[in-house]
């Protein structure tokens, strides 16, 4: 019986990412997801006034530059913006903040990088 259980334990799938959209009702599309050591209550503040920089006199120039042959990789060029670090995570680059051990991811639609 132990072993039953444990071989399904085993072969069990992950749990699914969890996202929070930021506004309600969605105006935005910005989310956040994988909260570690933060709510979402905590952390769509900064995630949303990061989208409104973004989209506000051309400073997407100023966040990240996608180098190499089309579409190319996003690449940061600003790695803090209030008080939160900002990286890009993993094979398919997940946008992260994060601040002391506290970190979530955002997403959203072409935001916050997006090379195409």
Not at 12 to 29: K, L, R
Not at 86 to 98: A, C, E, P, Q
Request: net charge positive; hydrophobic share 40%; glycine share 6%.
């Amino acid at each position: 019986m132990l072993a039953a259980s444990a071989s399904l334990l085993a072969s069990a799938p992950a749990p699914a990412i969890q996202y929070h959209e930021c506004q309600h009702p969605v105006t935005t599309g910005v989310e956040v997801s994988q909260l570690r050591h933060v709510s979402a209550a905590t952390a769509c503040p900064p995630a949303l006034a990061l989208y409104s920089w973004e989209n506000k006199d051309d400073h997407t120039r100023q966040l990240y530059i996608c180098a190499g042959r089309s579409p190319g990789k996003p690449v940061l060029k600003r790695h803090r913006f209030d008080g939160w670090t900002l990286s890009l995570r993993g094979k398919f680059d997940i946008f992260t903040m994060s601040r002391g051990n506290s970190s979530f991811a955002v997403s959203g639609t072409d935001f916050p990088v997006i090379c195409d």
